[in-house]
C-alpha cells in the first residue's frame, strides 16, 4: 500500500517544494535527545557484540571460542525477535503490578514516533523500545560466561527464551514499567532506586548465572586441571568496548542529553578507574604482582556496581563505590568460588551479581537529591511525598529490591532448568566436551592448524 500524500502534495511535488511531515503540535520530540538515544542504543548493543563476545571468548579454551562466542551472537536475534513480538508489552505496556500485557503492544502494536510521557517525554517511543531491547539482549548474554564450555546449544536456547519471558520481562516491568512493584517514579509500592539496571540486569544475570552453573555441574576436570585464558588480548580489547559501551547503559539511561547524563557518565568512569585499582592493588599485595587480567576484571567489576546508582550519586562517592567493588568482587572471584566449590567459568556471580549488590545497597546510602532532585518528592505514600535520599530507609528498600530480585532470579532459574533439562537436555556429553563445543555444536574451528 503506496503511504498517502498529504493534501497539496502533488502541486508541491510539481513545483520542487520539499514536503514537511505533519506534526501533532503537542508532541515535542527534542532532536538533541534523541540522537543520545540512538546513539546510547549503538553503544549498548556493541556491549555485547563485539564487547561481550571477545570479552568472553578470549577467556576460554581454544577448542571453545567460536561456541562462547555465539552464545551471545544468537541472542542478539533471539531476543530482539521476541522483544518485536510480545516482550516490550511485558516489560513496559500496562499491567498489573507484576508484569505488562502481553497483547497490549504485540508486534509493536502503538509504539511510534509519538513519546509516551511516562517514560521519557522528548524522544520518539520507538527509540525507548530500541535502547531498552539493547539491556534485553545483553542480560541474558551475561549469564553465557557461567555455562561457557559445557551447555548443550538446544538447550541454550530454550532456556534463554524460558529465562528473558519468565525472569527479565517481568523484572523489568516491577522496576521501570508503569505501576510496577517496585517502581519509585510510577506508582509503585516498595520505592527501589536502580538506575540502569542493578536488579533488573546484573542481580538477575548473576544470581541466575550462579544456580545454572551449579546445575549443570562441573567442567570436566575442574578444578584438577589447569583451564587457563586461551588469549587474554582479545578480553582486554572485550573490556575496552564494554567500558566504552556502558557510558551508553548509564548515561543512556537518563533518557535525555541533559545534565543526568553527564553526572550519569562521570560516575560510570570513575567508579570502573576505581575498582580497577583496588583490584590490581589488592591482587599485587596477595599475590606479589598485578595481574593485566585482573586489572580488566576489577574495570568491569566497577561498571557493573556504579550502574544502579550511577544516576544518583556523586563523582566521589562512586569512586568509593568502585574501591569497595574491586576488593569485594576479587574475594568473591577468588576465594568464595574456592570455598564452595562451584564453577562458575567466567565469573559471573562473582562480578556481575556480588558487584550490583554492592552497588545497589551503598547506592541507599549515599543517594543524592543534588545530583536527582526527583528522589526527594517524587515518590507518595498515602499522598504524601516521601524522599528517598540515602540513609536506613532506603538501605532497608534497597535490600528488599535486592532480596526480591535474587529469590524470583534463583526459583525462576531453578524450575526451568529443570524443565529444558528434561525437554531437550542442557548438558554435552563427555565426548563432545572433550572434542570442543566449537566442532561438537557447530561443525567448525576457530583456528585452524
Not at 546513539?39 to 556493541?46: G, P, T
Not at 550490583?356 to 541507599?364: A, F, P
Not at 572434542?435 to 576457530?446: I, K, T, V
Amino acid at each position: 500500500m503506496p503511504f498517502p500524500f498529504p493534501a497539496g502534495a502533488a502541486d508541491a511535488i510539481a513545483s520542487g517544494t520539499q514536503l514537511q511531515p505533519a506534526v501533532d503540535p503537542l508532541v515535542t520530540i527534542n532532536h538533541g535527545d534523541n540522537a543520545w538515544l540512538l546513539a546510547s542504543s549503538a553503544l549498548v548493543l556493541m556491549m555485547t557484540a563485539p564487547g561481550l563476545i571477545l570479552f568472553y571468548g578470549g577467556l576460554v579454551r581454544p577448542k571453545n571460542v567460536l561456541s562462547t562466542m555465539m552464545h551471545s551472537l544468537i541472542l542478539m536475534a533471539l531476543i530482539s525477535a521476541v522483544w518485536m513480538v510480545y516482550g516490550y508489552s511485558m516489560a513496559f505496556g500496562a499491567g498489573n503490578a507484576f508484569v505488562g500485557n502481553p497483547l497490549t503492544h504485540l508486534f509493536l502494536k502503538g509504539v511510534g514516533g509519538a513519546p509516551d510521557p511516562d517514560y521519557a517525554a522528548t524522544i520518539p517511543a520507538q527509540t525507548f523500545m530500541l535502547f531498552q531491547m539493547m539491556f534485553a539482549i545483553i542480560t541474558p548474554a551475561l549469564i553465557s560466561g557461567a555455562v561457557a564450555e559445557r551447555v548443550k546449544f538446544k538447550g541454550y536456547v530454550a532456556f534463554m527464551l524460558l529465562w528473558i519471558t519468565v525472569v527479565y520481562l517481568p523484572l523489568c516491568h516491577m522496576v521501570w514499567g508503569k505501576g510496577g512493584y517496585l517502581n519509585w517514579a510510577l506508582g509503585g509500592k516498595i520505592p527501589v532506586l536502580d538506575f540502569a539496571g542493578g536488579t533488573v540486569v546484573h542481580i538477575s544475570s548473576g544470581v541466575s548465572a550462579l544456580v545454572f552453573a551449579i546445575l549443570l555441574g562441573h567442567r570436566a576436570g575442574f578444578p584438577r586441571e589447569p583451564m587457563v585464558p586461551h588469549n587474554v588480548v582479545l578480553s582486554l580489547i572485550g573490556t575496552g568496548l564494554l567500558w566504552v559501551g556502558w557510558f551508553g547503559f548509564n548515561a543512556g539511561s537518563a533518557l535525555n542529553a541533559g545534565i543526568l547524563a553527564t553526572s550519569a557518565f562521570a560516575a560510570t568512569h570513575f567508579s570502573a578507574a576505581a575498582a580497577a585499582l583496588s583490584w590490581a592493588a589488592v591482587e599485587w599485595k596477595l599475590k606479589g604482582r598485578p595481574s593485566v587480567l585482573g586489572a580488566a576484571a576489577g574495570m568491569v567489576a566497577g561498571l557493573a556496581t556504579i550502574t544502579p546508582a550511577s544516576g544518583y550519586v556523586t563523582i566521589p562517592a562512586a569512586f568509593g563505590i568502585g574501591l569497595v567493588a574491586g576488593v569485594a568482587c576479587y574475594f568473591a572471584v577468588t576465594k568464595i568460588k574456592s570455598i564452595f566449590h562451584y564453577d562458575d567459568s567466567l565469573d559471573v556471580f562473582g562480578v556481575h551479581g556480588v558487584g550490583s549488590v554492592i552497588g545497589m545497597l551503598m547506592l541507599g546510602l549515599l543517594a543524592n537529591a543534588e545530583v536527582n532532585p526527583a528522589i526527594a518528592t517524587t515518590f507518595r505514600a498515602n499522598g504524601a511525598a516521601v524522599s528517598l535520599v540515602g540513609g536506613s530507609h532506603q538501605f532497608f528498600n534497597q535490600l528488599i529490591g535486592v532480596a526480591f530480585t535474587a529469590v524470583l532470579s534463583g526459583v525462576a532459574t531453578f524450575l526451568i532448568f529443570k524443565f529444558v533439562d528434561a525437554l531437550v537436555g542442557l548438558r554435552v556429553d563427555q565426548e563432545e566436551e572433550s572434542l570442543g563445543l566449537d566442532l561438537s555444536q557447530h561443525g567448525e574451528s576457530a583456528y585452524n592448524e
